[in-house]
């Protein structure tokens, strides 16, 4: 391998925890943001000399790939929500918080769980421009590009996805050790089939959202509101032991559940958004296409490092 081509895989080594936080926020799917990711490599390894020293700003081009190139996929997922069963949840990302390589990924307030379903909402397009713009700085010269529009079309796009986050309001997130209480406080209670405890730990506006692709159990509708949820939450403990069998985990790097396989229920990720003090928010994950990359044993995720091209 030449100095340059080197030079070239470590460049791309150390950009590649942004690329994936940025495909990941673009796509909610953990495949589809490596998958990306190995993609603008390719693209970028199969330059010539002369278009690789023509990059003024490898980050800034990368991006932009990756960008184009989550579009794509998006557009795609749309068309396959159509015909989805049930309600649609992002890939949960799970890490272990010690040296983790998605440590840093996770650790971006807009890949909380809460915050992606809301990008769900929006348009591929919305979402692009939204996302490469407000939470990672690329012009909207580059966006419209991207997206195949003018700037100001990119501009639009970028503003009606930021209404739509600003107006859905998901809960903010807020520091560990709260969380920490809030959900120890609230499973001894589950545990304890305490439904007075559970009611007051469930925020008003609290709803379950579950996610099993027709594949795996879990709630098809939403669940709304705090008795209905305490409800549903206590027939899970009943016939199933529900968020009893499994143990903490970071989620998206907020406090969740990872609950593994029994001969009664199969695996799934349980993430939750806490407001004010309570649960405000369950989202259960299920479909076991979107738990692959999980490693249940471990409690963390498996994640590919990329690869390196052989020596032209």
Known sequence: MTAAEQTLVATFTGLRPHLVGVAYRLTGSVADAEDAVQEAWLRLSGLSAEGRAAIRDPKGWLTTVVGRICLDRLRSAAVRRERYVGQW??????????DDPLDAVVRDDGVRMAALVVLDRLTPEQ?????????????????????????????????????AAADADPPPRIA????????????????????????GLLHPDVVVVGDGGGKAKTAINVVSGADKVARFLFGLVRKYGGLNTGRPALVNGDLGVLIPATDDVTERVSAFAVRDGLVVAVYDVSNPDKLAHVDFAAGGV???????????
């Not at 692009?128 to 990119?154: R, Y």
Request: proline share 9%; no cysteine; aromatic share 4%.
């Open 89 to 98: 949840l992002p890939e949960p990302l799970v890490t272990s918080g010690e």
């Open 176 to 199: 560990l050790e709260e969380q920490r209480e809030v959900l120890e406080r609230f499973l001894a209670a589950l545990a304890a089939g305490d439904v007075g405890a559970v009611v």
């Open 127 to 163: 979402r692009v421009a939204f996302v490469l713009h407000d939470a990672f700085g690329v012009p909207f010269d580059e966006i419209a590009d991207v997206l195949g529009v003018t700037t100001a079309t990119a501009r639009q796009h970028a503003s009606r996805g930021r209404r």
């Open 302 to 312: 498996t994640a590919s490092a990329p690869d390196t091209p052989p020596p032209t």
